[in-house]
């Protein structure tokens, strides 16, 4: 057990649909980190939160949002669902914001959109 | 741009033989390289990682080695047991940028036989 939960494990929506997707980090971590895994892509990064800021931006879709609250729990938006939108969602958390620091994954949302 | 290409896709071995995974990362600033394992079902757990000022690290059966000057990273696995069957991931992030997002490589399933 990495210490990370997700909720929830499976997720099966409509297309045109909205969902939200939970994180909460390990203990003491700041840092949370969301990727996608598709078949075809691998694990891509999505965003990165610090504290409740964001830190970094990547292959995030305009329809996808993201926040960290205060108790350092995070949530991804997914809205205006398209099939192709159907993966695994990772969350993963680290103490720092920065590299060269571990960081544990989560057991993932399986997203189907249908 | 950030791309961490990985071979091979797919790694057949004998139980009690040796697995070796490679990756080559681009961004010569990479200086953090964690190895992942992801079993059916799962979310990919840190197996071992290595930083830019260390050329080797063994932990038990799995050794990974870094060349940074071929921009090139291995896993190695030896005495390879039915439970190393997995998908394994390598990733590479920048320790001097502000971020610890973290650039998969595609994935290697090994499959070690009885």
């Known amino acids: 057990d990495s210490g990370v939960t997700q909720t929830p494990k499976h997720l099966i929506t409509a297309t045109g649909q909205r969902v939200t997707l939970r994180c909460s980090p390990r203990?003491?971590?700041?840092?949370v980190y969301w990727y996608q895994q598709s078949l075809d892509q691998g694990l891509q990064f999505l965003i990165q939160?610090?504290?409740?800021?964001?830190?970094a931006k990547g292959n995030i879709l305009e329809r996808f949002s993201a926040q960290q609250f205060p108790d350092l729990h995070s949530e991804l938006n997914l809205s205006s669902l398209e099939l192709g939108d159907s993966a695994l969602y990772f969350c993963?958390?680290?103490?720092?914001?920065?590299?060269?620091?571990?960081?544990?994954f989560g057991q993932g949302t399986r997203l189907t959109v249908v | 741009g950030e791309n961490v290409e990985q071979h091979p896709s797919t790694l057949s071995v004998q139980e009690g033989d040796s697995a070796v995974i490679k990756c080559t990362y681009s961004?010569?600033?990479?200086?953090?390289f964690p190895w992942y394992k992801q079993e059916l079902g799962k979310g990919p757990q840190l197996i071992i990682d290595?930083?830019?000022?260390?050329g080797e690290k063994k932990d038990q059966r799995i050794a990974v080695t870094l060349n940074k000057t071929a921009k090139h990273f291995s896993l190695h696995i030896t005495e390879t047991q039915p439970e190393d069957s997995a998908v394994y991931f390598c990733?590479?992030?920048?320790?001097?940028?502000?971020?610890?997002?973290?650039?998969f490589g595609q994935g290697t399933t090994l499959q070690v036989k009885p």
């Open positions: 203990s003491g971590d700041l840092s």
């Open positions: 993963a958390s680290s103490l720092q914001p920065l590299g060269q620091k571990e960081a544990f």
């Open positions: 961004d010569s600033a990479s200086n953090y």
């Open positions: 939160y610090y504290n409740g800021e964001e830190r």
């Open positions: 990733a590479a992030s920048k320790g001097s940028s502000n971020t610890g997002k973290l650039i």
């Open positions: 290595i930083r830019s000022n260390v």
